[in-house]
């Protein structure tokens, strides 16, 4: 998730997972797509800052409903919709859209199609959701949110509670998804990067990781 003007996330970029290989899946093919055909539409069209502020996700809208942008893509809160689909740069949109692909090809064929793109958007909503709060205890609420990174945040965690012994380049992946996570809640604790959303990785994670556990439980 990407905030303000600096660029971001530090996500992990993941190697092709040497267990499970990667096969194209329909719902993270079209994410995929999604995300990658809004990106040429900033560039093309109104220009990135301006997509930014008009589908952004802004905190002050999302907590009280009141838009103030009023040229807003949709009215508020529903901007935390198209705000998972926008990027600030081509290495943002790079780096969401390679771990997507990596994780969430595995995962979409272990859930299914409609329960991974549940997982997903559950995970999105819940990361706007966190950094909205976040944002409104620092005083911060008027810089948008943008980027896949929460929603994908929510896969690398459904991966980690679907394949906890898959390895990636003889590494553990439970590992490499564990320190990334660590890493997240490090920065909110001793305050990283400003123009990081790291509360949005921290809500989607733990909303894809409570999902999954929630619909294995349920299957018995």
Do not use: C
């Not at 959701?129 to 945040?153: E, K, N």
Request: aromatic letters at 10%.
């Amino acid at each position: 998730m990407w905030r303000g003007e600096r660029e971001g996330p530090r996500d992990v970029i993941p190697p092709k997972d040497e267990a499970l290989g990667v096969r194209a899946r329909a719902v993270t093919l079209a994410l995929v797509a999604a995300n990658g055909a809004a990106f040429a539409w900033e560039v093309l069209g109104p220009g990135v800052e301006v997509a930014i502020r008009r589908g952004g996700a802004i905190p002050y809208e999302i907590l009280t409903f009141h838009d103030v942008e009023w040229r807003a893509l949709v009215p508020p809160p529903l901007t935390v919709l198209t705000s998972m689909f926008l990027h600030g740069s081509v290495p943002h949109l790079a780096v969401n859209l390679l771990t997507l692909w990596v994780f969430g090809n595995a995962v979409e064929g272990a859930l299914g199609r409609l329960r991974f793109a549940g997982a997903y958007l559950v995970s999105g909503v819940v990361a706007a959701l966190a950094q909205a709060l976040a944002a409104a205890v620092s005083g911060d609420v008027l810089v948008p949110m943008v980027g896949a990174s929460g929603a994908v945040a929510g896969v690398l965690a459904a991966f980690l509670v679907l394949f906890p012994r898959a390895r990636i380049l003889h590494v553990p992946a439970s590992l490499l998804i564990g320190a990334w996570f660590g890493a997240q809640v490090l920065a909110i604790a001793f305050g990283g990067d400003p123009g990081v959303a790291f509360a949005a990785h921290v809500g989607g994670f733990v909303a894809g990781y409570l999902l999954v556990r929630t619909w294995r439980a349920a299957r018995g």
